[in-house]
């Protein structure tokens, strides 16, 4: 028989309410990405800026000194593509660095098309956006990896953690408990047979939890 284990979902702590236990790993859940797009667009802003102070000086509309608003399309247009790409995901997709390169260039084009075609003699000079390119690609790898150093020292603290009870054959239990220890983001708070489960035992198991 397949072992019964939670790999993902909070869900696996039967020992506390369910709706509790959802609203906690909801909560983590969008604190993590909120976080994470906080320091995307802050990364951005700051590669926007910068490139303004050292490329070339034009009269652009999309320079912040002229119209302070301008950075809010460039934004969404790379954080779009990011999210799109499932890298505010939980997981190894978080530390997809080269998905993310990938998809911060491609958001740099998008937006240099867009912004060249709308207004082509309005657009910022070629080291501005050169200086941009580079800086946000660096910049974003930067602030993921930061905010992924930083949540695995406090899983190692303990925190951001979510509990589960591993139900599985006692041939499967090791096999089960070293899959969810390879993830370093669930506490296993006990074992319990599969037969736990059964359509007899079932009720039993959840009081007894």
């Not at 997709?93 to 207004?119: E, H, M, P, S, W």
């Not at 050169?130 to 150093?149: A, E, N, P, Y």
Request: hydrophobic residues 45%.
């Amino acid at each position: 028989m397949v072992p019964h284990f939670p790999t993902v979902k909070p869900t696996a702590d039967l020992r506390s309410p369910a709706g509790s236990t959802l609203r906690k790993g909801t909560v983590i859940k969008w604190i993590r990405i909120f976080t994470l797009i906080t320091f995307d667009m802050i990364s951005l802003t700051l590669s926007w800026s910068l490139a303004e102070r050292f490329g070339t000086p034009t009269t652009s509309f999309w320079r912040l000194e002229v119209n302070p608003y301008s950075i809010i399309p460039i934004i969404g247009i790379i954080v779009s593509i990011v999210a799109s790409r499932g890298l505010y995901s939980a997981g190894d997709k978080r530390r997809d660095y080269v998905g993310l390169l990938k998809a911060v260039a491609l958001g740099d084009i998008l937006f240099l098309l867009t912004a060249y075609f709308y207004q082509p003699q309005r657009f910022v000079s070629r080291s501005h956006f050169t200086i941009f390119f580079v800086l946000s690609l660096t910049k974003m790898c930067l602030s993921h990896l930061l905010i992924d150093t930083g949540t695995k020292v406090l899983r190692k603290k303990g925190a951001i953690r979510y509990p589960v009870y591993v139900i599985a054959d006692p041939d499967q239990v090791t096999q089960a408990t070293k899959i969810i220890e390879q993830e370093d983001r669930y506490n296993i708070l006990g074992v319990a047979s599969a037969r736990s489960l059964d359509r007899y035992e079932r009720t039993a198991t959840f009081t007894k939890l």
